[in-house]
């Protein structure tokens, strides 16, 4: 396994916009539904994605956008399934490497719960559109019901009119 050496602040030393405009496509995430995600804009979206560094709010926006923290972001290596941040210690004896792994398994975990709660959330939506339509039918059920009572009353009115008329000639 290769082993980089990476700067734990960018570990990329990348512009940090182009690393969320990485991630977001590697999830295969429009910059619209990354906005939506945020509750921002679509420019603002794009605003990030053209930054050179992240400041705080940058960072939270971001880590709603993509559904990852700003770990992630600082040390995405790219598409690579594991990412290694490899940091060096040298006291100018032997290099000490001190290696983390995070495994992207929970991030994708993570995602995927993000994922369920997004098609509930549909689901959610949708049933209440189906109760709304319910009312709704019931009620066209009502004036519809109404309607028939009008037109049997009327039906009974014209034949009454119509025995008067034949009762008079």
Not at 14 to 33: F, L, P
Request: charged share 35%; net charge neutral; glycine share 4%.
């Amino acid at each position: 396994m290769k082993v980089k050496r990476v700067n734990v602040k960018n570990p990329t030393k990348r512009r940090m916009g182009d690393v969320m405009a990485e991630i977001r496509e590697s999830i295969k995430r429009s910059q619209e539904e990354a906005a939506k995600r945020a509750g921002k804009s679509q420019q603002t979206i794009s605003r990030l994605e053209q930054l050179e560094t992240f400041n705080d709010d940058d960072y939270a926006i971001a880590e709603k956008a993509l559904g990852v923290d700003r770990d992630y972001i600082d040390n995405w290596q790219g598409n690579t399934g594991t990412m290694i941040v490899h940091h060096i210690q040298d006291q100018g004896q032997a290099a000490y490497n001190q290696r983390n792994y995070v495994n992207t398994a929970e991030a994708l975990l993570k995602q995927v719960e993000e994922i369920k709660a997004m098609y509930k959330e549909q689901i959610d939506l949708l049933k209440d559109m189906l109760q709304s339509k319910d009312a709704d039918i019931a009620k066209l059920e009502a004036r519809i019901d109404k309607l028939e009572a009008l037109i049997a009353e009327k039906d009974q009115e014209i034949k009454a009119l119509l025995a008067k008329l034949n009762g008079s000639k």
